[in-house]
């Protein structure tokens, strides 16, 4: 049996999950999210833990029951505490400002960029160079997250460009003079 598949997903007070039409749906105190699920995969709600089960043993199957678990694992984390991820804009004269439902990017452009709020995510500038993605859907909070340091990627020679907070880049040695 898949270890992942079998671990049971805890729910906290004020978390449903239901089945219907082939959806897993999981509503909670900060909204609602619905996620397509195999058929032959059977989620039971019992003693306050979602336990998802499998029709057979075929190698794909047993890739889908830990793969389902695993994300209704994050729609009970989304609805419940919710997904951030952090942005930061590194360069001379970069810099970021919130302007409504948008974030407008100066970084290194003739033009500023203005990237707007997907529906279900929060974008929020703390600093000038700094920004925070939100959301209940870690997919949703990813994507946009990866979307925005599309914009301008870090280059490795000074580190200018958009990176996440946790990332390291390896920075590499620039020219040297002539012997």
Do not use: W
Not at 19 to 24: D, L, P, S
Not at 138 to 153: D, L, P, Y
Request: proline share 5%; aromatic share 4%.
């Amino acid at each position: 049996m898949s270890r992942v598949g079998k671990a049971p997903v805890a729910l906290p007070a004020g978390v449903t999950v239901e089945v219907k039409n082939g959806k897993m749906i999981v509503k909670g105190p900060k909204g609602t999210l619905e996620q397509d699920i195999d058929s032959r995969i059977t989620v039971a709600v019992e003693n306050g833990h979602a336990v998802l089960t499998r029709a057979n043993d075929s190698k794909e199957l047993k890739a889908k029951h830990g793969l389902y678990r695993a994300l209704l694992h994050n729609m009970v984390t989304g609805v419940t505490a919710g997904y951030t991820k952090g942005l930061v804009i590194n360069g001379v004269g970069y810099k970021v400002a919130k302007q409504g439902n948008k974030i407008v990017l100066n970084v290194g452009y003739s033009h500023p960029v203005d990237f707007p709020e997907p529906e279900g995510i929060k974008l929020d500038c703390p600093t000038q160079t700094e920004i925070t993605v939100s959301g209940i859907d870690k997919v949703k909070v990813g994507q946009t997250a990866a979307n925005i340091r599309t914009i301008r990627e870090p280059e490795p020679y000074h580190g200018y460009g958009i990176r996440y907070k946790d990332e390291v880049i390896e920075r590499k040695e620039g020219k040297t003079a002539g012997k």
